[in-house]
């Protein structure tokens, strides 16, 4: 924690990088059947496939 006077909040700016954070979740999402899956109610969802199937961990797709 970083206490900085006059700054409310702190954020990532852009997304360079997260697919290296998430790498095991975009390689998933690219197996998804549509390109604009949100992972929740969608038939053919690799990620929600993945999470019943005990290959991904579902703490780790919430974050």
């Not at 790498?23 to 990620?47: M, Q, S, W, Y």
Request: net charge negative; with cysteine.
């Amino acid at each position: 924690m970083i206490d900085v006077p006059e700054m409310r909040e702190f954020a990532i700016s852009g997304t360079e990088g997260l697919d290296e954070v998430f790498e095991d979740i975009a390689e998933l999402f690219a197996k998804c059947r549509f390109r604009d899956c949100t992972h929740t109610v969608e038939p053919g969802c690799a990620v929600r496939e993945a999470v019943t199937n005990g290959i991904l961990d579902e703490r780790r797709l919430r974050n």
